[in-house]
């Protein structure tokens, strides 16, 4: 995915040659099971208003980053979300929440708070389509394991995920990532690592049930479980697009990434209207 050729592409894709001029607003969003507030990166279209109708793409970080991450490393979002007219929301999901409701440590509640607050949140804040079929979720990294985890045990909320780089199997990385303070440790809780895992939870989708996107380069650590979690869901039969190519596990590969993945939700959004 880094040749020139694909490069020009990605950047075709994410819409580098407009001058953009969404509306780029962070926001503080009230979580009761947390009890504080959350900040998020919320970017809409030029021209929004109360009269349109928008789907929504729900972008996470990755481990040790925030909220502000995705805008300010890829500012080209904006041009995207003119040029294909959604809205994308960047909540902050803790500095190693992993998306999951941590039962060791009920102050890391991100399951609940990214996919029933903030969700009902945004919908009331905007104007939004109101269902799966207008909502997408992606991250990187962290963040990837999480969109693709959320998306799987939330087929109510997300019509289609995706996972740039995502850590979408924990189970060979028991000592990384601050993983073990948010489910207890491997070695005494083995049964919910296997739980928590995203590469375990193929058994909740039918065919086309989650349109399913996911990317990882070739020289990122998490290649190799990307790599078995595309096997397993071929073996299962589950539709899904899968892209590698040269990259590591860093904004380099990921500012690429990103322009295929919502390239991918705006044909999604696109045929089920």
Known sequence: MQTKVSLFIAMLMLGITNAHAAKVDTVSVPSKVMDKTIKAVIITPDGYTIKDTLPVVYV???????YSDWVNNVPELKNTVDLHRFIIVCPDGGFS???WDSPVDQSFRYE????????????????????????AITGLSMGGHGALYLAMRHLDVYG????????????????????AKRLGSYAQYPDRWEEYTVINMTHRLTPNALALIIDCGTEDFFYGV??????KLLDRNIPHMYITGPG?????YWKQSIGYQLLYFTRFFTTTK
């Open 248 to 252: 590591a596990h860093n904004w380099a």
């Open 226 to 231: 990307n790599e078995r979690l595309h096997r």
């Open 97 to 99: 929440s992993w998306y």
């Open 160 to 179: 289609a995920a995706g996972s740039t780089a995502g850590g979408v199997d924990i189970r060979p990385f028991p000592l990384n990532w601050d993983m």
């Open 112 to 135: 609940t708070f990214v996919s029933n607050e903030l969700v009902a949140w945004v919908d009331a804040q905007y104007h939004t389509i109101r269902s799966p079929k207008g909502r």
């Open 60 to 66: 996470l970080h990755g481990y040790g980053g925030n």
